[in-house]
């Protein structure tokens, strides 16, 4: 549910206003669930037994309160709360009284028919805590709902989906945007906007078209060539800029669309975030993506993380040995030559949305400049930084008309603050060009069409380009990869943002320009890696800089963040490099795809472990269309009535089974078994069913398969017991859950499997030295650790050890599965999660982990970091010393065979 329901929700509550059910009703209207809220009304749920009181656990305390002080009962209240409420509310049904017992902010004290005005006291009941939400954006909020609401009329009134009206629709709303940001900022006379319309149109809406069609005409032609216009509207100032050149058809109103322009007046429009409200306007434009309006954006924080280490640093340290040299030597010319650079640098979004990584950069540039006019103190400063300096390419026409107006925005904004430093500033009217902000689709643009670049220019590229793994494509995305990759081996497996690495590879490549994206980090890890690192190498480029995977997180409900890396590109060069984590950064020799410290090593599928490690193999694919699998329901059905069919059963397992104790089933038929299995009607139903779901498909192999349609694809089985290993596990666990299972248990497809393993090797694969490879190189499933045999497995830089090391695995591995059993009713899932893992089992896996890693080294490794580069140093000397023993191997058999 978006904000916008929800104070709707609270207006209709208070208009058919109810003492009886006002406190569930409230409930109800942030969406909390309607049984449970029926329970709390038959008192079921309602842990106090006081008329008049309503104690939910974790929810609310609610009391009616009509003859003693609300102030002092509300305090006590809160100050004995027995249930873990987070609200506490007492009202006599004229004063309404809230304290949210988790924050400590003031209290709520207001008149209950103002309850609407302030919906966002209760936000944490919709899921969305109130502290970041208001305190990152408050103004932008209340903006883009109001805009949200008179976007909603417009629509009502104007029921025309056609792509003139959407975009004459778009364009309306920005120049909208425009003049009542422009009426609160001294561009305009304050409220001089809002006035005309309602001092000099009908009431009804019925001429406000005409008039505004009128008014952006006069907005785009200079006063000198007006002719005669009625005061009211020659008053206003020449705009220019664009903003208003087109001719577009203003969409109809009624008297409530016009009463919603006027009310956009009443906000104070000069504290509005360019860079916030711009994301968040987009997200008011497609209703489906409103619920929390602060969450549309990109944060400072998050693009700072992007621009300073890849020309904002650089800049800064540039400023600070300037300003030395003015200081000690008084030679201003360093200062000169810094201003210079200023205003020739360009700044490249090629996936700018709204405009969030322009916006900040171009604030970022005007902040430097004025500290660098600061110490020349001498000249008269204007600003030398333009909007003609920042290139973007957005493929959505309303983001792309947001983004030209935020960046207007933002220099006006920069522009006042440039008044308060010096007492003089560049004029905001009339407006220059904003910026050059082209719609369309990076894919298939030349990028060098939109940022021209000659000799001598100083290019970043830079932004939050879109992922989508090649599952989830769709048709359009998959024919960008073609014409960006095409001749490219398995191109149709990469992630889309590889579209925007190779093009701003191609872009910066033999020059010294710089890039920088975030991406998910699937494009550091598994099939990705061998994909669309070699090409980049290809064109002599290096990693200059990476932050290191870390959540991508915004106030969402129930969204714990995707994981994301940031990647910088460079041309070859002997510069320092960084690699930046959580709360620090590391000089690094190379960074390398996986964004560790260590040589250029591009980690391929191998069918056999580099480490001779025993053969680990996909687990048993069925290929049945779900006919020879069976829940416990199903088996026991048919059992109850052919008790024979019994021993066709086996308990059929997977990563979801496994981690979290489930149970499901599948025939597993031999073939001596298969009149046994004919004979039980049930079950030759099911063989037939398999049969036709296999003779139906359109791959040739599974045709053939159907000649066998009571027996899976796969058919392994352990003589004795088998190692089963999950294809994904929860990326909060700090181990991936493995475990053995007897020799009557079939492993399924959704794991991997070493039959009748060694308990050595459950120790090794159950490591933390193993978990971080795979955490590394692995691939993921959305935010899942993905484990692969053919990538993390096999290619396990494990050295050879002795029976003794083996034993000493072996006995951690077996206290690790008695630690386990000391816990036998709960599932895997329960005793990995990290909050709750048991002492004896975390402590288990330390001596484990201590055992694995001696067979390494006999110093203990002091972080995560330094068992990587260990490992990839490992590696590369094993792949080195493969490729000896290939060579030699050649070499001798060529010398056998000119012997014979």
Known sequence: MDIFQIENNIQKLIDSFSKETFIYNLLLAYDLPKASITRLQKGNLNLSKVKGEISWKKRVFFKEVFDDDLHVTISSLANNIQHEERFVIVTDYETFLAIDTKTQDPPLDIKLKELPKHYDFFLPWAGMEKAQYQNENPADVKAAEKMAKLFDEI??????????????????????????????????????????????????????????????????????????????????????????????????????????????????????????????????????????????????????????????????????????????????????????????????????????????????????????????????????????????????????????????????????????????????????????????????????????????????????????????????????????????????????????????????????????????????????????????????????????????????????????????????????????????????????????????????????????????SFGNMPNDGGHLILSTEEMDKIISSYPESSVLFRKFVGSDEFINSLKRWCLWIEDSQLDLALSIPPIKDRVNKCKQHRLESKDSGTNKLAERPHTFRDLNEAKNHSLIIPSVSSERREYFPIGFLSQNEIISNAAQAVYDAEMYLFGVIHSKIHNVWVRSIGGKLETRIRYSAEICYNNFPFPLISDQRKEEIAICGRRILEEREKHSEKTLAELYDPNKMPKGLREAHRLNDLAVERCYRSKPFESDEERLEHLFKRYEDMTNFEGLEKKLSSETNKTLKVRV
């Open 155 to 616: 629509k009502k009134d104007n029921p025309d989906n056609s792509p003139e009206f959407i975009h004459g629709l778009n364009v309306f709303l920005c120049r909208l945007l425009f003049c009542s940001f422009a009426e609160d900022t001294n561009i305009f006379k304050k409220n001089q906007f809002t006035n005309a319309i309602a001092s000099h149109t009908q009431a009804d809406g019925s001429d406000l078209n005409t008039y505004l069609e009128k008014f952006f005409e006069v907005l785009n032609t200079p006063e000198k060539e007006r002719g005669s216009l009625p005061a009211y509207l020659n008053d206003f100032p020449y705009v220019n800029g664009g903003l208003f050149r087109e001719k577009i058809r203003v969409p109809i109103f009624t008297r409530r669309s016009r009463q919603a322009i006027i009310d956009n007046g009443e906000l104070d429009w000069s504290i509005i975030n360019p860079d916030i409200f711009g994301s968040m306007m987009q997200a008011v434009m497609t209703p489906e993506h409103r619920g929390g309006l602060g969450i549309h954006y990109t944060s400072v924080p998050n693009i700072m993380r992007v621009i300073e280490p890849l020309f904002l640093n650089d800049l800064r340290e540039a400023f600070e040995k300037s300003k030395e040299e003015a200081k000690n030597k008084g030679n201003q010319k360093k200062l000169n030559e810094l201003l210079h650079r200023l205003e020739t640098i360009k700044i490249f979004d090629p996936a700018c949305g709204s405009g969030n990584f322009l916006i900040i950069a171009y604030k970022e540039l005007r902040k430097l400049e004025m500290e660098i006019y600061k110490e020349r103190r001498q000249t008269m400063p204007y600003s030398l930084i333009s909007l003609r300096q920042f290139y973007g390419i957005e493929l959505d026409d309303f983001a792309h008309e947001i983004a030209q107006l935020s960046l207007w925005l933002a220099e006006h904004q920069m522009n006042v603050e440039f008044f308060k430093q010096f007492g003089c500033t560049n004029p905001t009217l009339p407006l220059k060009e904003a910026g050059n902000i082209v719609q369309g689709n990076a894919c298939r643009i030349n990028w060098e069409t939109v940022c021209p670049k000659k000799e001598g220019d100083e290019v970043y590229v830079l932004g939050n380009p879109p992922y989508q793994g090649a599952r989830k494509q769709k048709k359009a995305q998959k024919e960008d990869i073609e014409v960006v990759f095409r001749g490219f081996p398995k191109y149709k497996n990469l992630d889309y943002i590889a579209c925007w690495f190779y093009k701003a590879g191609n872009y910066i490549k033999e020059s010294n320009h710089r890039a920088a994206f975030v991406s998910t980090d699937s494009i550091c890890q598994g099939e990705q890696v061998e994909l669309i690192w070699p090409p980049l190498f290809d064109l002599h480029l290096e990693i200059d800089f990476a932050y290191q995977s870390f959540k991508w997180k915004n106030n969402a409900k129930d969204n714990a963040g995707v994981s994301v890396v940031i990647i910088g590109l460079r041309c070859l060069s002997k510069n320092t490099k960084f690699i930046y984590f959580e709360n620090r950064r590391k000089q690094a020799e190379n960074i390398n795809p996986y964004l560790i410290d260590a040589a250029n090593i591009i980690i391929p599928k191998r069918k056999t472990s580099i480490s001779r490690l025993p053969r680990m």
